[in-house]
């Protein structure tokens, strides 16, 4: 349960004094978050606060929501520190995988007008995952995704963007873009793969 100082320091980062401790790895990091160490979540924001509300701001296009999805980002790995498993991938990763579904969640509740919900999210956003894209640290600068985007032919540019930063399903899109549904799922499939390939090739120039 958090107590008014818990929310109030992930409330307002930016006035938190900045001690003179030795910089720890991310694991050490977390185990003090666990651990309920105000101090160690403020350092953790401090590290990757951009990243995450740069995501966050993508997605909703709004200062405001943004800001507020940032704060419930952080709140939320407060309660959920304890499933971070750093075996399993970066840091970086899993704060941007529970942003950008906290963002999607805020867009859909901001949305919910009866034109607009549609069956659950598909798990589109997902397969960003499987090209271990999210857990490269360049990724943290929020311009990979954009530049590689830019790449792609319009059609299938847009259909991506609206799977990753809005979260839309196929039919959703199909709906939004009065495309039949078969025409959509071909571009989303064909972008994802041209989107992989395009990564994969940028990687390998950073060798």
Known sequence: MLNSQTIAAVADFSRTPKMEIPVLNDTDLMHRVVERDQSALSELYERYGNPVYGLAMRVVQNTQLAEEITQDTFLKVWNQAQSWDPTRGQLISWLLTITRYTAIDRLRREWRQPNLVGAPVEDIPGLFSALDMVGDARWQDGQIL??????????????????????????????????????????????????????????????
């Open 146 to 207: 954009a530049a590689l985007l830019n790449q792609l032919p319009d059609e299938q540019a847009e259909v991506v963007q609206m799977a990753f930063y809005q979260g839309m399903t196929h039919t959703e899109m199909a709906e939004r873009l009065n495309l039949p549904l078969g025409t959509v799922k071909t571009r989303v499939r064909l972008g994802l793969q041209k989107l992989k390939t395009l990564w994969l090739e940028s990687s390998e120039r950073q060798i």
